[in-house]
């Protein structure tokens, strides 16, 4: 049972990330683009302000897995990387903390690029 609890509290926090992005994009004249960006920033906040870890605590993957958790882990390895250099190691910190999925994204991306085909939508 507690299994499914916890599976009910990741979908819940997750399903109410997206609900609030779907009304934003439904009832805002926001781009995807500019709400991606903003949750980004909300993961960035929400790390500064220390309030991060304990919904991660609470909702586990459901607040980790979409951008806000990108956002956290920049803000995460840039504090850390000020703490030990400075300003540069606040840049190099931020880049070295999400580098392994960075990486997966532009190989990835490159990959499809080369096997898929490239067309003009039909209007």
């Given at each position: ?19 609030l ?30 309030a991060?870890?304990?919904?991660k ?27 030990a ?12 903390s ?26």
């Amino acid at each position: 049972m507690e299994i499914f609890l916890t599976y009910l509290k990741v979908f819940a926090v997750g399903g109410l990330v997206c609900m609030l992005g779907q009304i934003l994009i439904n009832k805002t004249k926001m781009s995807s683009a500019r709400i991606l960006v903003l949750y980004m920033l909300l993961g960035v906040v929400l790390e500064v302000c220390g309030a991060f870890d304990y919904i991660k605590e609470f909702a586990g993957s459901g607040i980790t897995i979409p951008i806000t958790g990108f956002g956290s882990n920049v803000a995460k390895g840039a504090l850390e990387g000020a703490k030990a250099d400075g300003f540069l190691g606040a840049v190099a910190g931020g880049l070295r903390s999400v580098s392994a999925g960075l990486t997966v994204a532009i190989v990835c991306g490159f990959v499809f690029g080369l096997i898929s085909r490239s067309r003009s939508k039909k209007m």
